[in-house]
């Protein structure tokens, strides 16, 4: 596993990091405690979460997936101190109007419930799920920056962000002398590149910002059970998919990364999750898995080195054009 340095800070982070959304909602704890114990075993120190993770499920409350890693926190044969967690904060927790958005006493409250149910005295990363528009930045930067002085938070970054937000937000810090988003948590992948590429990542180069996508598979597109005139799979997803990535233009990737997969003796998620690391702005890509085998598999994605001319290859396929 490699471990690349996040953003501008002096922390190191395996290259996959991993994606617990299922946990509580597809993956039970019993499995997602075999998961997160395997990823270890594979070199992956970093663990994604979020605090509204997964309220969507029936009869899930919210904090369901940050409980699950405090179980195993409790149980597993890792030390704290070399693990990296990263949670969030943003989403509505309750039917209680102040129970959501990134106001001091929201942010406040949530980050204790979160240490709670994660059963740690700190959080290595506290990302701001997506912008408040009803929150002056201030307010919400000055919280965070309380939180990271009283050392129940090591760094801070935000996800979901447009560029002219988020460069805002680094003014505000600038100005006010606040902490500042060391992260973005974008959506990035093969065939939803633009989104990133045309203002954001130029952005997280200059300011030296981390970048750590989401979705590196498309929401499993891009694993190659979706293909050119067959039947869509049985899947929650699928519905979803074929609306945003079954066209001309989705096909061509999966193709493409098929070919170059064969040349590695890899597999399509593999090569997928290769391209994303190959950018030169991402620190690390962030993964779900349902299965101890599932992670075995994807993550090899990040031992995988493109050529050059492969890398060219998988962008002109899915290449996009400015307005």
């Given at each position: 596993?490699?471990?690349?340095?996040?953003?501008?800070?002096?922390?190191?982070?395996?290259?996959?990091?991993?994606?617990?959304?299922q946990?509580?909602?597809?993956?039970?704890?019993?499995?997602?405690?075999?998961?997160?114990?395997?990823?270890?075993?594979?070199?992956?120190?970093?663990?994604?979460?979020?605090?509204?993770?997964?309220?969507?499920?029936?009869?899930?409350?919210?904090?369901?997936?940050?409980?699950?890693?405090?179980?195993?926190?409790q149980?597993?044969?890792?030390?704290?101190?070399?693990?990296?967690?990263?949670?969030?904060?943003?989403?509505?927790?309750?039917?209680?109007?102040?129970?959501?958005?990134?106001?001091?006493?929201?942010?406040?409250?949530?980050v204790?419930?979160?240490?709670?149910?994660?059963?740690?005295?700190?959080?290595?990363?506290?990302?701001?799920?997506?912008?408040?528009?009803?929150?002056?930045?201030?307010?919400?930067?000055?919280?965070?920056?309380?939180?990271?002085?009283?050392?129940?938070?090591?760094?801070?970054?935000?996800?979901?962000?447009?560029?002219?937000?988020?460069?805002?937000?680094?003014?505000?810090?600038?100005?006010?002398?606040?902490?500042?988003?060391?992260?973005?948590?974008?959506?990035?992948?093969?065939?939803?590149?633009?989104?990133?590429?045309?203002?954001?990542q130029?952005?997280?180069?200059?300011?030296?910002?981390?970048?750590?996508?989401?979705?590196?598979?498309?929401a499993?597109?891009?694993?190659?059970?979706?293909?050119?005139?067959?039947?869509?799979?049985?899947?929650?997803?699928?519905?979803?998919?074929?609306?945003?990535?079954?066209?001309?233009?989705?096909?061509?990737?999966?193709?493409?990364?098929?070919?170059?997969?064969?040349?590695?003796?890899?597999?399509?998620?593999?090569?997928?999750?290769?391209?994303?690391?190959?950018?030169?702005?991402?620190?690390?890509?962030?993964?779900?898995?349902?299965?101890?085998?599932?992670l075995?598999?994807?993550?090899?994605?990040a031992?995988?080195?493109?050529?050059?001319?492969?890398?060219?290859?998988?962008?002109?396929?899915?290449?996009?054009?400015?307005?």
């Amino acid at each position: 596993m490699e471990y690349r340095r996040l953003g501008r800070t002096g922390l190191k982070v395996s290259t996959v990091c991993l994606g617990t959304m299922q946990f509580g909602w597809s993956t039970g704890e019993e499995n997602a405690h075999r998961i997160m114990s395997e990823a270890i075993d594979l070199g992956c120190n970093f663990f994604d979460t979020a605090d509204v993770y997964s309220r969507w499920a029936d009869n899930n409350p919210g904090g369901v997936a940050e409980q699950i890693i405090g179980n195993w926190l409790q149980k597993a044969d890792v030390r704290r101190e070399d693990l990296i967690i990263a949670t969030k904060v943003r989403g509505q927790m309750s039917d209680a109007v102040t129970d959501q958005g990134l106001s001091r006493h929201h942010i406040m409250n949530a980050v204790e419930n979160s240490l709670r149910r994660l059963q740690t005295d700190y959080i290595d990363l506290y990302q701001v799920h997506s912008y408040d528009e009803e929150t002056p930045l201030e307010e919400t930067l000055r919280a965070l920056d309380d939180l990271v002085r009283m050392g129940k938070v090591r760094y801070v970054g935000a996800s979901n962000y447009p560029a002219w937000r988020l460069a805002k937000a680094l003014w505000v810090s600038d100005v006010h002398d606040l902490v500042r988003y060391e992260t973005l948590q974008p959506h990035y992948n093969l065939v939803h590149r633009a989104e990133f590429e045309r203002e954001l990542q130029p952005l997280c180069l200059d300011q030296e910002i981390g970048a750590i996508p989401y979705s590196p598979l498309a929401a499993g597109f891009l694993t190659g059970k979706y293909r050119r005139d067959q039947a869509l799979p049985e899947s929650e997803r699928a519905g979803g998919i074929q609306r945003r990535y079954m066209n001309d233009r989705g096909f061509d990737a999966v193709e493409k990364l098929e070919t170059v997969a064969e040349a590695h003796g890899a597999t399509i998620p593999q090569t997928a999750i290769a391209w994303v690391l190959a950018n030169p702005a991402v620190d690390a890509a962030i993964i779900g898995a349902n299965s101890v085998e599932q992670l075995k598999d994807t993550i090899k994605g990040a031992e995988m080195v493109l050529s050059e001319a492969e890398k060219e290859a998988l962008d002109e396929a899915t290449a996009w054009q400015e307005d």
